[in-house]
C-alpha cells in the first residue's frame, strides 16, 4: 500500500489569511509517502494571543515525536520557541498581559505505520480537545476518534496551553488507533468542519462524499467554495477549517 | 433564535453601564466595613473592562468587538470616563485599551510554587475615579442611555443588542424610572432587545444573604428591591444555560437582577454573551 496526503484551509469568514489560526503539517500536498508517517492538526483558541503560532509548533512537535514521552518533552520544548519569539521589549500594558495569559489550541496527531499483520496498515491517533479523525471506507464513517457526534462538541473543548509545563499526568491525552485497508481514508479536521459532518449524517445527508469531491479535485477554489456556500446556508460555524486527507492506494509498501 | 448573533468586527456589540455617584455610595457596603461602595464598584468596572480589552488582544493589536461606555449619575449626569476618553459615550475596546487615564500599580498574591503566596506587581489600568455626590437621577440617566443607544442601534441593526448594567445603592430621585427602563429595552436590533441588568448595592443588609438572578419579587426585602426587580431583563436562554452550568440556581424567569451579591458574579455573568462560540 502506498499514502497520498492534502491539506485544505479557509480562515474564518471577515477574518484575512494571516489571521487563520488552525494549523497542520505537513504542509503541503505530498505523494509517495515513507512509513512511519505522521500528521496532525490543530485548532487555536480564538480568545488566545498567538494561538495560531502556538497550533503550528504543536503540529511540528506532534510529528518529530517518538512516544508520548517524547511529545511531552517536545511540547515543552515548543512552549519555550512559542515564548522567545512572541516576547519583545516594548509591548503595550495589554499586549504584555495577554501573553501572560498564554495561547491555547487543540491538537491531533496520526501517526500511520505496518499492521502486525501483512497488507494492512494502522493508524495510532492522539488527541487533546475537539478536533476529530474520521476513517473512512467505501464511503461510510468506520470510526471517528475523539469526538463521535455533534453533541460532543461544545465551546469549551480540552486545550493545550502555551503556559506552564508538562506533568506525568497524561489524562489530558486522548488515544485511538485502527487498521486500514487499501481503498480507506483518514480525514483529519478541525471542530467546524467535524460539526458539519456529525450533523449532516444525523440527517442522513452524505457529507464525506461532499468532501471526496474536494479531495478529487485537489482544488483550494473548490475547498473554499463549499465553505463559502454551507456559511451562507448557515449550515457551517464560521470559524477557521481545515480538512487533512490521507489516502491509502496501490500496492503493499 | 434572539440573542445569539455572531460578534465581530463587522458586527460588534456594546455594554453600558449606569453607575450611580450619589452621595450614599459613599458609604460602606452591607458587612464590608471600611470599603465605599463608591470605590469597589470602580474597582470592578474598571477590571472588567480590564479583561473586556485583554479579551479582544490579538497579535495584531485590539479587535474592535465591543463598545463600552459608563454613564455616572449623582450630582452630574453623563460619560464618566476620564483622561483622553474624558466626554465620549460608547467608544470601540481599541481606543479604550489605548487610552487609559493612568495605569496603577497594584500588587496580587500568587503561588510561589511551594505552597504558599507570594506578592506580585501587576499593573492596573483605570479608566475613571470613584465619585460619591448629589441625588440619584436614575430617569435622567435612563434617558441618556436610550439616545445614545438609539443611535447606536441604527447603526449596528444585525448585532448582539447592547447591555446595559444599572448599578445603583438608592432610589430614584427624579421619579418613578419604569417607562424610562421600558423605553430603554424597547429598542432592538435584529438580534433581539437591548437587555437591562441591575445590580442594588444596598446599605442594609437582607436577612438572607445576597441574592442572584431573582425569580420573583417574593424574595425581596422592600419596594425599591422589587422595582429594579421589575426593570431587568430576563436572563436569556445561552445565559440561563451558562448559569446552571456555573451552579447557579436559575429557572426561566430569572433575571438579570442581583441584591447586594458580590459585583464580581455578576461581572463575570456578562463573559455568557461574549464567549469564544460566538467571537470571531
Known amino acids: 500500500m502506498r499514502l497520498r496526503a492534502g491539506v485544505a484551509s479557509r480562515a474564518k469568514r471577515g477574518n484575512s489569511v494571516e489571521e487563520y489560526e488552525d494549523a497542520f503539517f505537513p504542509p503541503e500536498f505530498l505523494t509517495e509517502l515513507e512509513l512511519p508517517f505522521a500528521c496532525a492538526v490543530a485548532d487555536g483558541a480564538t480568545e488566545s494571543s498567538f494561538s495560531g503560532l502556538w497550533a503550528k509548533l504543536l503540529t511540528e512537535a506532534y510529528t518529530q515525536a517518538t512516544d508520548l514521552t517524547h511529545l511531552q518533552q517536545l511540547v515543552d520544548s515548543a512552549r519555550g520557541h512559542w515564548h522567545e519569539k512572541t516576547s519583545s521589549q516594548s509591548l503595550p500594558w495589554y499586549a504584555e498581559q495577554k501573553l501572560e495569559k498564554g495561547a491555547y489550541a487543540t491538537l491531533l ?55 506552564g509545563h508538562e506533568t506525568k499526568d497524561t489524562s489530558l491525552y486522548q488515544m485511538g488507533q485502527g487498521i486500514l485497508e487499501t481503498g480507506d481514508r483518514l480525514y483529519l479536521v478541525t471542530d467546524a468542519i467535524a460539526g458539519w459532518i456529525f450533523t449532516s449524517l444525523d440527517r442522513s445527508e452524505k457529507p464525506l462524499d461532499v468532501l471526496d469531491q474536494i479531495v478529487r479535485t485537489g482544488t483550494a477554489e473548490c475547498f473554499h467554495e463549499l465553505v463559502e456556500r454551507l456559511w451562507d446556508q448557515n449550515r457551517l460555524k464560521n470559524d477557521d477549517c481545515t480538512v487533512l486527507w490521507i489516502d491509502v492506494v496501490g500496492n503493499p509498501m | 433564535m434572539p440573542h445569539t448573533a455572531e460578534i465581530s468586527r463587522a458586527n460588534p456589540t456594546c455594554f453600558l453601564f449606569l453607575l450611580d455617584q450619589s452621595g450614599s455610595m459613599a458609604e460602606a457596603l452591607a458587612g464590608e466595613a471600611g470599603k465605599r461602595k463608591a470605590d469597589k464598584v470602580a474597582d470592578v468596572i474598571n477590571k472588567f473592562l480590564q479583561n473586556l480589552v485583554l479579551k479582544c488582544s490579538k497579535n495584531e493589536g485590539v479587535r474592535n468587538w465591543f463598545h463600552v461606555g459608563v454613564l455616572g449619575y449623582g450630582a452630574n449626569v453623563g460619560p464618566a470616563f476620564g483622561g483622553s476618553l474624558g466626554g465620549r459615550d460608547l467608544v470601540p475596546i481599541s481606543e479604550v485599551a489605548s487610552y487609559p487615564m493612568r495605569l496603577e500599580e497594584r500588587t496580587k498574591k500568587i503561588d510561589d510554587g511551594a505552597g504558599g503566596l507570594v506578592d506580585q506587581k501587576v499593573k492596573f489600568p483605570v479608566w475613571f475615579d470613584a465619585v460619591s455626590n ?38 430614584s430621585t427624579d421619579g418613578d424610572p419604569t417607562s424610562a427602563a421600558d423605553a430603554l429595552k424597547a429598542l432592538a436590533t435584529t438580534d433581539g432587545n437591548v437587555l437591562l441588568f441591575n445590580a442594588h448595592l444596598s446599605s442594609n443588609a437582607n436577612s438572607s444573604g445576597p441574592i442572584l438572578f431573582a425569580s420573583s419579587e417574593e424574595s425581596l426585602p422592600d419596594d425599591h428591591a422589587k422595582l429594579l426587580f421589575r426593570m431587568s431583563s430576563p436572563l436569556t436562554e445561552n445565559m440561563l444555560n451558562y448559569a446552571k452550568q456555573e451552579g447557579f440556581n436559575v429557572t426561566p424567569g430569572s433575571r438579570g437582577y442581583v441584591f447586594q451579591a458580590d459585583l464580581h458574579g455578576l461581572i463575570n455573568f456578562l463573559d455568557v454573551g461574549t464567549r469564544p462560540g460566538n467571537l470571531r
Not at chain 1, 505505520?113 to 478536533?131: I, M, R, T
Not at chain 1, 473512512?136 to 453533541?151: D, G, L, M, Q
Request: a negative charge.
Open chain 1, 109 to 163: 496527531g496520526v501517526t500511520i505505520d505496518k499492521a502486525e499483520f501483512p497488507s494492512h496498515l494502522k493508524w495510532e491517533a492522539l488527541a487533546v480537545g475537539d478536533s476529530c479523525l474520521f476513517h473512512v471506507r467505501n464511503h461510510e464513517a468506520v470510526a471517528t476518534f475523539p469526538i463521535k457526534s455533534a453533541e460532543e462538541l461544545t465551546a469549551r473543548p480540552m486545550l493545550l496551553p502555551s503556559i
Open chain 2, 134 to 171: 448629589g441625588g440619584t437621577p436614575m430617569c435622567q440617566v435612563l434617558g441618556q442611555a436610550l439616545n445614545i443607544l438609539s443611535d447606536w442601534t441604527s447603526k449596528n441593526q444585525t448585532g448582539f443588542p447592547p447591555i446595559v448594567i444599572n448599578i445603583t445603592d438608592g432610589e
